[in-house]
Nanobody, 121 residues
Framework: QVQLVESGGGLVQTGESLRLSCAAS????????IGWYRQTPGKARELVAD???????NYADSLEGRFTLSRDIARNMVYLQMNSLKPEDTAVYYC???????????????WGQGTQVTVST
């Protein structure tokens, strides 16, 4: 089994920072892509940022450089540093990864349970 467990969400005020963490565990041969999505009620889940094995990182254009994604490959963890938070950043943040469980396995998508981030005015 593979699990993604997020932590670090919470309630902050506008302009403050949060750091989200996602730990991948279980039967993992490799993580091809790992990153963060977010979702608000009534809207589709949207990409925040992800990083491809090899180092290429993608960010949503709307972030305006406020968020930074980093990865600890040895520990199978990914972090999202969120600075200058705005009320519109309020959402449930989900970790997502494409993981191979063996050398011959195709990458499969796994999701975490989500962590709530609330930014007050």
């Amino acid at each position: 089994q593979v699990q993604l467990v997020e932590s670090g969400g919470g309630l902050v005020q506008t302009g403050e920072s949060l750091r989200l963490s996602c730990a991948a565990s279980g039967s993992i041969f490799s993580i091809d892509v790992i990153g963060w999505y977010r979702q608000t009620p009534g809207k589709a889940r949207e990409l925040v940022a992800d990083i491809i094995n090899g180092g290429s990182t993608n960010y949503a254009d709307s972030l305006e450089g406020r968020f930074t994604l980093s990865r600890d490959i040895a520990r199978n963890m990914v972090y999202l540093q969120m600075n200058s938070l705005k009320p519109e950043d309020t959402a449930v943040y989900y970790c997502k990864a494409f993981i191979r469980r063996s050398r011959d396995d195709l990458p499969r998508a796994y999701w975490g349970q989500g962590t709530q981030v609330t930014v007050s005015t």
